[in-house]
């Protein structure tokens, strides 16, 4: 098992504790500081990364019944694979996913949001939909999955919270709004579809892989399209030429 498929959660654990201290600690992570942190698309995408790291551990470190890289083997039985050791999932698709789309996805949403505050926006795409995919088969199967206690605790209050926020202060229109649920949508259609046809036609771990690393630009991209334009300068005016002085230009008379 290569190292960094089994470091990369703790890796991502000393990130989170640290943003943490950031975000408490003043107005460093903050693009308008005339607000408070908690109305600023900057802070709240960070604070929307940092939470998504809190639930990667939990998913893939240590989850609350201390069971170490657990999520593997619940994704491997949803897709109908008991055993988790003879399943066919590979460790890099698992990294490839969190360290590439998801951290890659977070990253241009960051480092945008202070020019682009709904490019901030679009990073809730993922942890909202993803919410529902862990809260879906809880429902189900009535019991707990790697990621649920997160995914109820942080990401849904932060993503509902950063929708108001894009309302209210930024003035995000319908079809911003909307976007926020069909990307996230469209990152994980992306991600089960390519392991599902990976599976069954086994094309490769290096292109599963990178498949994942592409879908890192879904969220902020599709945003992009909605976004409104803007308008091009207005020409400059054209210079009048100032009207000749009566007589100017006409011949000398003299005696």
């Known amino acids: 098992m290569p190292l960094f498929a089994i470091t990369w959660p703790w890796i991502g654990l000393g990130a989170a504790g ?61 897709i109908g694979f008991r055993d988790a050791v003879s399943c066919p999932v590979p460790l890099s698709f698992i990294t490839a996913v969190n360290v590439g789309s998801v951290w890659g996805s977070a990253l241009i949403a960051a480092l945008l949001a202070p020019r682009k505050p709904l490019i901030g926006l679009s990073f809730f795409a ?52 909307l976007l926020v649920p069909l990307a996230g949508i469209a990152v994980h259609g992306v991600l089960m579809g390519s392991l599902l046809l990976y599976l069954r036609f086994g094309y490769g771990d290096a292109v599963l892989a990178a498949i994942q690393v592409l879908n890192a630009v879904v969220p902020a991209g599709l945003m992009l399209l909605v976004l409104p334009r803007a308008a091009p300068p207005p020409a400059a005016p054209k210079a009048r030429r100032a009207p000749k002085a009566a007589g100017q230009g006409a011949s000398s008379t003299g005696p």
């Open 126 to 177: 993922i942890p909202l939909v993803n919410l529902f995919a862990h809260l879906s088969p809880a429902v189900t199967a009535q019991r707990y999955n790697p990621g649920l206690a997160t995914a109820l605790l942080l990401f849904l209050p932060l993503s509902l919270w950063a929708l108001a926020v894009a309302v209210r202060r930024y003035k995000a229109g319908v079809r911003a709004v």
């Open 18 to 78: 640290l943003l943490l201290i950031l975000l408490a600690s003043g107005d460093g992570l903050q693009t308008d500081r005339r607000v408070a942190r908690w109305q600023d698309m900057t802070w709240l995408t960070w604070a929307g990364i940092a939470a998504y790291l809190l639930h990667q551990f939990e998913e893939h470190g240590i989850d609350l019944f201390g069971r170490p890289y657990a999520f593997r083997g619940f994704l491997c039985a949803e």
